[in-house]
């Protein structure tokens, strides 16, 4: 079953499942083009849909947020940014992409810790600006600080507390401290 833009409670939902028989990649191939990055959408039902979807035109450097969150216990996990690059290159892979805007490149997660994150769906949000990617982490963390995920801070009337440990060390794994 190729992926479908569905209309859910006014909103636009690009969204793609992983398939046991074909794999991500192979559903998404049609949407991966070497000429265009973006994909394009024509949404008759759904009224001032963006032009684009995803719509990296949105910012004037191209990057929208990107929040992966786990597709089977709902956690957010990170939030990052993709450009059209990296959109492409996850739909042609089917590993989460993301680009560094500190580095200035394409980050492929995992490519340094070898947690890298399976996609198994991708929704954009009714403006076409900012993508929920519902992913299978894997190696536990998906936290530069071995944590499981990178919203550990929680703010309480009492101050800032640490929710949770890391399940790895990042000297360790990285070779360099936090």
């Known amino acids: 079953m190729p992926a479908t833009l569905a209309t859910r409670r006014g909103r636009s939902i690009l969204r793609a499942r992983r398939n046991a028989e074909t794999g991500f990649a192979a559903k998404w191939s049609p949407l991966a083009t070497h000429n265009s990055s973006l994909i394009t959408c024509h949404l008759s039902a759904v009224s001032k849909a963006p032009a684009a ?70 929704l954009v949000d009714c403006d076409g600006d900012t993508l929920l990617l519902k992913v299978r982490q894997q190696g536990g963390a998906a936290c530069h600080t071995g944590r499981v995920s990178c919203f550990f801070h929680q703010v309480t009337p009492d101050g800032v507390r640490i929710t949770a440990e890391p399940i790895f060390d990042p000297a360790e794994r990285y070779g360099k401290h936090d």
Do not use: H
């Open 53 to 122: 979807i995803p719509d990296f035109s949105a910012s004037a450097d191209g990057l929208l947020p990107a929040i992966a969150q786990d597709a089977e216990t709902g956690v957010v996990l990170m939030l990052a940014y993709m450009n059209a690059e990296s959109f492409a290159e996850t739909l042609a892979t089917g590993r989460a992409v993301y680009y560094s805007r500190s580095r200035r490149r394409l980050w492929r997660k995992g490519e340094e810790s070898g947690n890298y994150q399976e996609v198994q769906e991708i």
